[in-house]
T-cell receptor
């Protein structure tokens, strides 16, 4: 988990509210990613960013939004349009100098909708 | 398109016995393959990766994996399991033909339980 921080560790939200999950890295990585993890479904890519001020939708982007204003930061907003937001959210980062670089993961944020 | 299958949801092994966690993949070109481990309520930790060359890859904590192109497999192995190896293991793939995209596709995970 070293080098990538996610906050908060646990987050509770009422239905209809937007909530923002924080992800910060001090690894000087260009690329950053957001995944959603549900039991038995592995990791699914929500959004990714390969460079500041640019990001791309992943496989399950509906109901989520991101920004990448700084290299170190890639916050994820879970909007009220996300129908089933309760999940474990993982942020990751990687260098871009080689396409076989592994991704480094943060400790995760567990979001529960009440 | 790239995809990964981990055919076993759970693997049980006795402490001290060898362990194998299976992974098969599908890519249009040649693959980069990765194994990660996840402990409860934690992020994923990188174990090892296959890039090219030697089909047997050695990684962290005594784990190794064997790349088999004809069977499109990349099984994770360890000669002697420890109770502390109990965790969730993920295989991931990236198609080299997708150069410029750094996306990984993950399997659904295999829960490894090492029984004392």
């Amino acid at each position: 988990d070293g080098g990538i921080t996610q906050s908060p560790k646990y987050l509770f939200r009422k239905e209809g509210q937007n909530v923002t999950l924080s992800c910060e890295q001090n690894l000087n990585h260009d690329a950053m990613y957001w995944y959603r993890q549900d039991p038995g479904q592995g990791l699914r890519l929500i959004y990714y960013s390969q460079i500041v001020n640019d990001f791309q939708k992943g496989d399950i982007a509906e109901g989520y939004s991101v920004s990448r204003e700084k290299k170190e930061s890639f916050p994820l907003t879970v909007t009220s349009a996300q129908k089933n937001p309760t999940a474990f959210y993982l942020c990751a980062s990687s260098p871009r100098d080689r396409d076989y670089n592994e991704q480094f993961f943060g400790p995760g944020t567990r979001l529960t909708v009440l | 398109a790239q995809s990964v299958a981990q055919p076993e949801d759970q693997v049980n092994v006795a402490e001290g016995n060898p362990l194998t966690v299976k992974c098969t993949y599908s890519v249009s070109g040649n693959p980069y393959l990765f194994w990660y481990v996840q402990y409860p309520n934690r992020g994923l930790q990188f174990l090892l990766k296959y890039i090219t060359g030697d089909n047997l890859v050695k990684g962290s904590y005594g784990f190794e994996a064997e790349f088999n192109k004809s069977q499109t497999s990349f099984h994770l192995k360890k000669p002697s399991a420890l109770v502390s190896d109990s965790a969730l293991y993920f295989c991931a793939v990236r198609d080299r033909a997708g150069a410029g995209s750094y996306q990984l596709t993950f399997g659904k995970g295999t829960k490894l339980s090492v029984i004392p």
